[in-house]
């Protein structure tokens, strides 16, 4: 239960408990199976259909918690334009930093909350840095708090334009992303719609008595394995060669 729910967090679902949704999931999957059971007149097609279907929800859901990843990432620009603006009004780094929280990524709030509660119990700097950085556990913050380390090493010289610089580049990293994801979806949706298709077919021609008593034999059986298998593999092959590169923790450790 605690893996759901951290995979609803991860995809913006919050007024669903795990419970619910696994209820939720499983009355899905019971009402769609007796639903094509009742159409097609045959459990074999019904449950390859659902089956095929559901490996495409999971993949929405799993597209879901990405999206919401590269919607915490777009929201860092904003956030470090507040910490600059906080710095260069006079602020200390750490004030800087704290100041800004309304401004962070909405998901990423508690961390700095957590970043607080360490600097007031007397936890040193650059050790509350490496407890926020473990926490955030994101490309775009180990880039931020090394930032902030080699500035307060050096006394605050050159952190400004440090911070500027990031905020452009990442601006500039999020306009490419977006663009390429904007084409991959599109691409991917048509793949899968592709895949699915056949099986929707399946579904159109079990109207009539004598498909569903035609995959009831063993060669009908056959057919339907080797074409649950080929759709399967034809996913996978979809997604493989449709996969964009993750953001990279260089700096993770």
Request: net charge positive; glycine share 4%; with cysteine.
């Amino acid at each position: 239960m605690r893996k759901i729910a951290n995979s609803l967090s991860a995809a913006g679902i919050s007024r669903i408990q795990p419970a619910q949704f696994v209820l939720l999931v499983m009355a899905a999957l019971v009402l769609s199976l007796t639903l094509l059971t009742l159409i097609t007149n045959s459990l074999l097609i019904a449950s390859s259909v659902c089956f095929c279907v559901a490996v495409q929800l999971v993949d929405t859901f799993q597209n879901k918690i990405k999206a919401e990843s590269f919607k915490a990432n777009s929201q860092w620009p904003k956030y470090l334009d507040s910490i600059h603006s906080a710095a260069w009004a006079g602020a200390s780094l750490e004030q800087a930093i704290l100041d800004s929280v309304s401004f962070a990524p909405p998901k990423l709030a508690w961390a700095l909350l957590e970043f607080e509660k360490d600097l007031s119990a007397g936890v040193a700097f650059t050790q509350s840095l490496d407890n926020l950085k473990a926490r955030l556990a994101n490309p775009v913050a180990d880039r931020f708090v090394e930032i902030t380390r080699l500035a307060s090493a050096s006394g605050g010289r050159g952190y400004l334009n440090a911070l500027r610089n990031q905020s452009l580049q990442l601006r500039l990293e999020n306009a490419t992303w977006t663009e390429i994801q904007v084409k991959q979806n599109w691409i991917l949706g048509t793949a899968k719609l592709a895949v699915l298709a056949p099986w929707l077919v399946l579904v159109l021609l079990s109207l009539r008595p004598e498909t569903a008593i035609a995959f009831q034999t063993e060669v009908g059986i056959a057919v339907l394995v080797i074409g649950l298998v080929a759709s399967l593999l034809a996913f996978r092959l979809v997604k493989a060669l449709g996969a964009l590169p993750e953001r990279v923790r260089t700096l993770g450790v």
